[in-house]
């Protein structure tokens, strides 16, 4: 499951019980144990990745002067 944080930024959560914290020596959910599906770990590398592009775009549109 992805939701995005107030941020905008995108956050990877647990299929099963919805928790956002991740043991990624074992790749499993901290709360339940339930494994990260590789699905689900493309998904959300895509949309880091979108959203990576999105901040470049803002930071080359960025007045280098700051005004």
Same mark, same amino acid.
């Given at each position: 499951?992805?939701? #995005? $944080? !107030?941020? /905008? %930024?995108? =956050?990877?959560?647990? *299929? @099963?019980? /919805?928790?956002?914290?991740? *043991?990624?020596?074992? $790749?499993?959910?901290? =709360?339940?144990?339930? !494994?990260? &599906? %590789? @699905?689900?770990?493309? =998904?959300?590398?895509? =949309?880091? @990745?979108?959203? /990576? %592009?999105? /901040? #470049?775009?803002?930071?080359? $549109?960025?007045? !280098? &002067?700051?005004?």
């Amino acid at each position: 499951m992805i939701f #995005r $944080n !107030p941020a /905008g %930024a995108p =956050e990877l959560a647990c *299929d @099963e019980c /919805g928790c956002r914290w991740f *043991d990624r020596m074992t $790749n499993t959910c901290y =709360e339940c144990g339930t !494994p990260v &599906k %590789a @699905e689900a770990q493309a =998904e959300f590398l895509q =949309e880091l @990745e979108a959203f /990576g %592009a999105i /901040g #470049r775009r803002s930071d080359r $549109n960025a007045d !280098p &002067k700051g005004s």
